[in-house]
């Protein structure tokens, strides 16, 4: 009856109709046959083939009518037959809401999370930087020995204000340079004492980037190259905005910065924030540091500068290699023998520069794996439509046999699998603004998640933190990354679309049209075996994704329980306090830290307070050269380098770092006593190996100890620098014998952070109004944000395993499912013959672990490849792991025979009879 009223139905319809019209009558019988039973459905049936015939004459008609005669016709050109595909599969998705809801939000996350990512590379590695011609801006520097990397090895060095004016005499490859360096500054007035960060320029440096004020004007030559010259500032858009109002008689306005009045003379544009990525003032280098003109050895400003049109990138390179080595010639003989020479240049363009090697590798690490998600995703939804396919393989054979082509059945197969991509696609754009939005949320500080190098040894490229802040500031769905989607969504479709069309075009009429919608084929065998291989690529790239989240989350357990020397359990540590050089001497500031840290002390709950110049494993702190002329070793250019840290005498209770040996200062020990010194074991194990240290006489190339200390106690080694860095010779001096006007204050107490900082707070003001305190955290959060990028890392991979985990575990239970479904009438005759429930376990189990187990074959070796791309992002964890490898193989085999529960149980319940009669 149903197969008659179906031929007949598409013998009287019109050509052009014909296909949808079946197709439509086909599944609304089987919708009213699921939902009200077979005998409602053909009584439908009967009614619509009545319908039907009645109509027959004008059907048969509008088919033989002559091209003149017809009627506009819906059309039967390509583009008409692809709306009607289009509005078929939208037909076909929505009375399947469940299945389009799940293959939509799996699309979603997956081109979501990419195009998420991809924005983050995009805007940090690839995007052009916002300034004009970014492709002719170069940094210039000089190359100077590293002497932690070990002779012969060289990094970028900074340059010295005299230094630079020879470079600019000497240089013909650049149309313009200046000077920059970063710096922090307290602002006072027109509110609280507030600080930020800006940088110290030349006069030239707005105009090499680009950069008109808004308001006002640049500084002029004068005002940044002459000492003497007024004090004058720009502020940034920012600044202007949040503590001026956007008030346009902000110029010609005294503002207090470092304790002294600035008048300003411009205001940035919106979105600026300078070579620093974070600076909101600037102020000349002649005012600021005026005595920096002359100092030949204080090296501390970067160059950046306009390449001439007409030089290439390759010749400015080998020309600068040049200057520079001529500039040290100029003044070989005025430095000191201890001073590091430069053997040459280097010229290296923005772009270049704009991220360290740690950042790009993450970044593409993390693209990798948001697309090996996407391609997982992908998989398990073309197993989905393949499923769906030969559940279809009735109507599609009803439509072959009545006319339609092949290559007009795969057509509507792949229009599906586009209209779902494209859902997709709208929805992952949804999910990648969320993604954007919660991220800007929970990272850290810019200046905590780009400044410290991730991996031991990474070597960091000059300028690259601050150009990394800006390429972050440019994170967005522009025009490239909506395209870099819409590339995605196709790539998708064509994978989604691709197995489902090929196998819907092979279908043979004949043998479908024979067999029942769940009885296996030869056909449906070789379907499956199709999708198993698909599910066993999900397994294998699932399990590389988890070796990777494994290994990372290892190393982060591992970095997490190293010890950094000290007790941060409630300490709370500060921004650094800057004593203005105006308003402070060395002996007015030694009085005022002295009484800062009496007046915190006797705040109630307050157990300890010290103050130290730098904080453990916050980086940037300062080095010196070290001299032992107890063992005949000059200051020369192989000498070792140490770091220097100021410290009061409670400085070291207050963090726990313990002494070794000898003493700690005392209150003994300050100016006109004689020099003392601490070091760390670290020092011992580099100087005095064999010796005792005690009484040990030094020279310091740092805070005027140049002339030689006394070596009084050994305290234990504390890191400082990055956290995965193992702890380096140290040496600490007293701030009572040398004074340095910038500290960190910290406080160990077990009163709440709350209560801490207002009583500190408090404090400060009442000595000084208009010092800020900020850049507040507990010692905790300080090594929270030293290890930030290690976990966020271990946090994105692990998310993506995980949702590669569940995807692949659905695809095993898609797969497994359909293979029950399909192999019920052969499960039921072995059931007929004797078979157990343990042999129908063995069955259906059998294929899933020979499907599991490809998968993991082919898992592990990828794995073991791709996991030494991640080796220098490793702490103490090998990229082979065999703990590691062995905990992800256990786990994706669990998951893929937990996935088998349901099919194998439904297996074991078949009734042989049931199974027998539906055949």
């Known amino acids: 009856m149903k197969k008659l009223a179906l031929f007949l139905i598409g013998f009287v319809s019109a050509p052009v109709d014909r296909e949808w019209i079946v197709g439509d009558t086909i599944e609304e019988?089987?919708?009213?046959?699921?939902?009200?039973?077979?005998?409602?459905?053909?009584?439908?049936?009967?009614?619509?083939l009545c319908r039907v015939l009645v109509h027959a004459s004008r059907h048969r008609l509008a088919g033989r009518r002559s091209p003149g005669l017809a009627a506009p016709a819906r059309g039967d050109g390509p583009m008409s037959a692809i709306w009607q595909d289009v509005r078929y599969a939208l037909r076909v998705l929505r009375r399947s809401p469940g299945f389009t809801a799940v293959a939509v939000l799996t699309l979603a996350l997956g081109i979501g999370a990419n195009t998420a990512m991809f924005a983050v590379v995009h805007a940090v590695l690839l995007k052009p930087l916002p300034f004009l011609d970014p492709e002719r801006l170069m940094l210039v520097h000089r190359l100077v020995p590293d002497r932690e990397a070990g002779p012969g090895v060289y990094r970028e060095g900074v340059w010295s204000y005299p230094k630079y004016r020879t470079f600019l005499d000497i240089q013909r490859a650049f149309t313009e340079t200046a000077l920059f360096a970063r710096r922090d500054y307290s602002v006072a007035g027109d509110g609280q004492p507030e600080r930020v960060q800006g940088e110290v320029i030349t006069d030239r440096y707005p105009a090499i980037l680009g950069i008109s004020p808004i308001l006002g004007r640049a500084f002029t030559r004068e005002e940044a190259q002459r000492a003497g010259s007024q004090a004058v500032a720009m502020i940034g858009h920012g600044l202007w905005t949040r503590r001026y109002g956007g008030d346009p008689a902000i110029l010609g306005r005294n503002i207090q910065v470092n304790g002294s009045p600035y008048t300003v003379v411009g205001v940035l544009p919106r979105g600026f924030r300078g070579l620093n990525g974070n600076a909101e003032l600037w102020t000349p280098l002649a005012v600021l540091q005026p005595e920096m003109l002359s100092q030949l050895t204080s090296h501390s400003y970067?160059?950046?500068?306009?390449?001439?049109?007409e030089v290439s990138e390759e010749a400015a390179v080998a020309a600068t290699r040049v200057d520079v080595r001529r500039v040290d010639e100029v003044y070989r003989d005025e430095m000191p023998p201890f001073m590091p020479r430069s053997p040459a240049g280097l010229a290296v363009s923005l772009s270049a520069s704009r991220a360290d090697a740690d950042i790009r590798r993450v970044s593409w690490v993390v693209l990798g794996a948001v697309g090996f998600v996407l391609?997982?995703?992908?998989?398990?939804?073309?197993?989905?439509?393949?499923?769906?396919?030969?559940?279809?393989?009735?109507?599609?054979?009803?439509?072959?046999?009545?006319?339609?082509?092949?290559?007009?059945i795969a057509r509507q197969l792949s229009v599906e699998g586009l209209l779902l991509a494209g859902l997709g696609a709208i929805?992952?754009?949804a999910v990648a603004s969320v993604l954007l939005s919660v991220a800007a949320m929970l990272l850290p500080d810019s200046d905590v998640f780009f400044r410290m190098p991730m991996a031991p040894g990474t070597s960091r490229i000059a300028g690259a933190a601050g150009l990394t802040r800006i390429g972050a500031s440019m994170i967005g769905l522009d025009v490239v990354t909506l395209l870099f989607t819409c590339g995605v969504t196709i790539v998708t479709a064509v994978l989604v679309a691709l197995m489902p069309a090929v196998q819907g075009s092979a279908l043979r009429p004949l043998d479908a049209l024979k067999t029942s919608g769940s009885s296996g084929t030869a056909r449906g065998l070789h379907a499956f075996g199709g999708r198993s291989a698909l599910v066993a690529t999900q397994i294998a790239l699932a399990l590389v994704l988890l070796a990777g989240?494994?290994?990372?989350?290892?190393?982060?357990?591992r970095l997490q329980a190293t010890g950094i020397g000290v007790v941060p359990d409630r300490v709370l540590t500060t921004a650094r306090i800057e004593l203005p050089d105006a308003n402070y001497t060395s002996e007015t500031g030694t009085t005022f830290f002295a009484q800062l840290v009496e007046r915190v002390r006797a705040v109630p709950g307050v157990e300890s307070v010290g103050l130290g110049n730098c904080a453990p494993v916050s980086g940037g702190c300062h080095w010196t050269s070290i001299e032992l002329p107890s063992t005949g070793r000059a200051g020369v250019?192989?000498?070792p380098m140490v770091g220097i840290y100021w410290a009061t005498p409670d400085y070291f209770p207050t963090l726990g770092i313990r002494l070794q040996r000898g003493r700690t200062f005392t209150g003994r020990d300050r100016a006109g006593q004689p020099k003392v010194v601490l070091v760390n074991e670290a020092a011992v194990r580099a100087f005095w190996p064999r010796a005792d240290p005690l009484g040990q006489t030094i020279a310091v190339g740092a805070g005027g100890f140049s002339d030689g200390a006394t070596v009084?106690?050994?305290?234990?080694?504390?890191?400082?620098?990055?956290?995965?860095?193992?702890?380096t010779p140290d040496v600490y001096v007293p701030l009572a014998q040398s004074f340095e006007s910038g500290m960190r204050l910290f406080v160990r107490s077990h009163l709440d952070t709350g209560t801490l900082v207002t009583a500190i707070r408090r404090e400060l003001r009442a000595l000084d109004p208009h010092l800020p305190l900020s850049g507040i955290k507990t010692m905790d959060e300080q090594v929270g944000d030293a290890m930030w990028r290690?976990?966020?890392?271990?946090?994105?991979?692990?998310?993506?395993?995980?949702?590669?985990?569940?995807?692949?575990?659905?695809?095993?239970?898609?797969?497994?499912?359909?293979?029950?479904?399909?192999?019920?009438?052969?499960?039921?005759?072995?059931?007929?013959?004797?078979?157990q429930r343990r042999d129908v376990v063995a069955l259906v189990l059998g294929r899933a672990v020979l499907v599991a187990g490809a998968g993991l074959m082919l898992g592990i070796g990828c794995a073991l490849g791709l996991t030494r791309l991640i080796t220098t992002l490793l702490y103490d964890v090998e990229p082979n792991d065999p703990v590691t490898f062995v905990s992800v193989v256990l786990v994706v085999m669990l998951v893929a025979l937990a996935a088998c529960y349901i099919p194998v149980r439904r297996a074991t319940r078949v009734d042989a009879i049931v199974a027998l009669r539906s055949e």
């Open 29 to 48: 019988f089987e919708r009213i046959e699921r939902f009200h039973g077979p005998a409602a459905a053909r009584r439908w049936l009967r009614r619509e």
């Open 302 to 309: 970067g160059i950046v500068a306009r390449r001439r049109a």
């Open 375 to 408: 391609l997982i995703a992908c998989v398990n939804l073309t197993n989905l439509l393949a499923a769906r396919a030969i559940g279809r393989r009735r109507e599609l054979a009803i439509r072959v046999a009545i006319g339609a082509s092949r290559g007009r």
């Open 427 to 429: 929805g992952g754009l």
């Open 549 to 557: 989240a494994g290994l990372m989350v290892r190393s982060a357990a």
């Open 637 to 639: 250019v192989n000498d």
């Open 712 to 727: 009084i106690g050994v305290v234990s080694d504390v890191r400082y620098r990055a956290i995965e860095t193992a702890a």
């Open 790 to 835: 290690t976990r966020v890392s271990a946090w994105l991979l692990s998310a993506f395993a995980a949702l590669a985990l569940l995807l692949t575990a659905i695809g095993v239970f898609g797969v497994m499912a359909q293979t029950v479904m399909q192999r019920t009438a052969e499960i039921g005759i072995r059931m007929a013959l004797g078979a």
